[in-house]
């Protein structure tokens, strides 16, 4: 059974740091992207970050583009954000959510997230 | 970046309505575009994948069609489970982007 535990959110101040992490566990983590989805309080979803299996090629939303970094560490099947210079847009809901896909009209796969954590909290107040 | 817009943003309907949510992108995305349901506090669902594939185990209700810009998401007979949000999102082109919901409710 795929499994997600985020942990590491918090409180913090505008500017400050937080890194989120996100053990997984019941599938071969270093054979699937991962990525990090989040959900401010009472909005919608926006993707965040992704990475692939190997963590050689990283994608980032423009909201948090030279911000956060997505990282992984495949020998301890845990996923990371590394997330500064906090602004209180960035409070949110954090999931983590690992890839999966399917053949694909354009000859790449079609991905989609049938996994997904609990979700980790975080609060950037002044 | 590619923008989802779906439509409606809220709709209240009955057990055992028909109910269709349609979203949109601002470019072709082939049929890169997933639908997912989110109940309050809980993670998001996958529902639908490649625009019309019913992810395993979601019953039979809930479709999926179109390809391009437009698509739909159709649930057949409503239930009192069903109500919730609905997002769609594309994964045709990073970044990723998410449609931004439509919560459905009980008339």
């Known amino acids: 059974e795929v499994q997600l535990l985020e942990s590491g959110g918090g409180l913090v101040q505008p500017g400050g740091s937080l890194r989120l992490s996100c053990a997984a566990s019941?599938?071969?983590?270093?054979?699937?992207?991962m990525s990090w989805v989040r959900q401010a309080p009472g909005k919608g979803l926006e993707w965040v970050s992704a990475?692939?299996?190997?963590?050689?090629?990283?994608y980032y939303a423009d909201s948090v583009k030279g911000r956060f970094t997505i990282s992984r560490d495949n020998s301890k099947n845990t996923l990371y954000l590394q997330m500064n210079s906090l602004r209180a847009e960035d409070t949110a809901l954090y999931y983590c959510?690992?890839?999966?896909?399917?053949?694909?009209?354009?000859?790449?796969?079609?991905?989609?997230?049938?996994?997904w954590g609990q979700g980790t909290l975080v609060t950037v107040f002044s | 970046d590619i923008q989802m817009t779906q439509s409606p943003s809220s709709l209240s309907a009955s057990v055992g309505d028909r109910v269709t949510i349609t979203c949109r992108a601002s470019?072709?995305?082939?049929?890169?575009l997933n639908w997912y349901q989110q109940k309050p506090g809980k993670a998001p669902k996958l529902l639908i994948y490649?625009?019309?594939s019913l992810q395993s185990g979601v019953p039979s209700r809930f479709s999926g069609s179109g390809s391009g810009t437009d698509f739909t998401l159709t649930i057949s007979s409503l239930q009192p489970e069903d109500f919730a949000s609905y997002y769609c999102?594309?994964?045709?082109?990073?970044?990723?982007?998410f449609g931004q919901g439509t919560k459905v409710e009980i008339k």
């Open positions: 990475i692939v299996g190997s963590g050689g090629r990283t």
């Open positions: 470019q072709s995305i082939s049929n890169y």
């Open positions: 019941g599938f071969t983590f270093n054979s699937y992207a």
């Open positions: 999102q594309q994964s045709y082109s990073t970044p990723w982007t």
């Open positions: 490649a625009a019309s």
């Open positions: 959510a690992k890839h999966d896909g399917v053949s694909g009209r354009s000859g790449y796969p079609a991905e989609y997230f049938q996994h």
